[in-house]
C-alpha cells in the first residue's frame, strides 16, 4: 500500500512537472485564491507573524504583504516540482550564482564549506547548488540537510526532487557522519544548513534578536559542525528576479569557523537574513509559527528548576 501511494503521489507531481512554466503559473493562479480566500491556509499565524515582525507598517501594507506572501507561496510549490523534469542547462539560466571563485578557491586549497541559508525565496532551488560551479560541478559534493517528512511517501519524492540536480540528501541526524567520511576520502564538499527553523524546548541554547522579536530561539548544531570541521562559511542572499528566475550572492560569513566567538555565526547569519527579509517580505515562509516558543516560556521551565 506503501509503494502504491509513493507511485501515485511520484506520478502526479512528475506529470505537473513536465508542464511549462507559463502553464505552471497559472494553476498557482487558480490555486492562491482556494488557499488564501477559501482553504485560508495558516491564515491567523501569517497575519500574527508579519504584525509582530513590522509594527510601524499599516493594516494595508501587512495586507499587500500577506497578499503577494501567498501568491508567491503557490508559485513555489509548482517551481519546486519543476525541479523534478527541468533540464540542467535550462535551470542554470533560471537560477544564477553570483560569487562562486570563492568557493572553489577554498577547495582548491583543500578546505570544505558550508552554506547558511533560510526559508526564504525558493530554498529548494538550492538543490542545484552544484551547476553554479565552474570547475566542481561533477566532483565537490553538496549535501542537503532534511528533516523526514511526516507522510512517507511525499518525503521520498521530496528526496528525489532534492537529488536531481546532483544535490546529495542527508538526513539530519547522519550530517558529521558524512562529514567525516567525505574528509577521510580527501572529497570537497559543502553541507547547507536551513537554520531559521524553531527548536524544540530541549535544543534551545541561544536567543538573539530577529525582525522586530528581541527573543527569538535558533538552532546552534550546524554552527558547532562548522567550528568543528573549520569549514569556510557563507550566506546564500537569495533575490527573486521575476517568476522563475532567481539569482544569489554567495556572501563570505568566514572563512575559519573556529576562529569565530562562539554563536557568532548564528548572529552574523540572522542579520543577514533580517536584511534580506526587509527587502522583499513577500518572500519568507511566514506560515511557519517561529514565535510559538518564549523567552518567558523557556525561563519558567527551565531557570525555576535550577
Request: charged share 30%.
Amino acid at each position: 500500500m506503501k509503494q502504491l501511494h509513493y507511485y501515485l503521489v511520484y506520478g502526479v507531481i512528475y506529470l505537473i512537472s513536465l508542464l511549462p512554466f507559463w502553464a505552471l503559473y497559472g494553476l498557482s493562479n487558480c490555486i492562491y485564491p482556494i488557499v488564501y480566500y477559501i482553504i485560508r491556509y495558516r491564515r491567523k499565524i501569517v497575519r500574527k507573524n508579519l504584525t509582530s515582525s513590522f509594527p510601524e507598517k499599516s493594516e494595508k501594507e501587512i495586507k499587500k504583504i500577506e497578499k503577494e506572501f501567498y501568491q508567491w507561496f503557490c508559485d513555489y510549490v509548482f517551481e519546486t516540482f519543476k525541479l523534478l523534469t527541468i533540464s540542467h542547462e535550462k535551470l542554470k539560466k533560471r537560477n544564477i550564482y553570483h560569487g562562486m571563485d570563492q568557493v572553489e578557491a577554498r577547495y582548491d586549497q583543500g578546505q570544505d564549506c558550508a552554506a547558511i541559508l533560510g526559508h526564504y525565496c525558493n530554498w529548494e532551488w538550492h538543490s542545484a547548488f552544484n551547476l553554479g560551479y565552474k570547475r566542481y560541478e561533477d566532483t565537490a559534493v553538496v549535501g542537503l540537510i532534511y528533516h523526514r517528512l511526516r507522510n512517507d511517501a511525499v518525503d521520498r519524492v521530496f528526496r528525489k526532487i532534492r537529488a536531481a540536480h546532483k544535490g546529495t540528501p542527508v538526513k539530519k541526524k547522519h550530517i558529521l557522519r558524512y562529514i567525516v567520511q567525505y574528509k577521510k576520502e580527501n572529497q570537497r564538499n559543502l553541507f547547507g544548513y536551513i537554520s531559521d527553523q524553531a527548536p524544540k524546548w530541549e535544543n534551545i541554547h541561544l536567543w538573539l534578536p530577529f525582525l522586530n522579536h528581541p527573543y527569538t530561539p535558533v538552532f546552534t548544531g550546524g554552527e558547532r559542525i562548522m567550528r568543528k570541521m573549520n569549514n569556510a562559511v557563507y550566506y546564500l542572499d537569495m533575490r527573486r528576479v521575476k517568476r522563475g528566475y532567481y539569482e544569489t550572492n554567495v556572501v563570505l560569513i568566514t572563512e575559519n569557523a573556529k576562529d569565530m566567538p562562539e554563536n557568532e555565526i548564528s548572529r552574523r547569519f540572522f542579520q543577514l537574513l533580517e536584511q534580506s527579509v526587509r527587502r522583499e517580505p513577500q518572500y519568507y515562509l511566514w506560515t511557519h509559527n517561529r514565535w510559538k516558543r518564549t523567552k518567558e516560556e523557556y525561563d519558567r521551565r527551565y531557570l525555576n528548576e535550577e
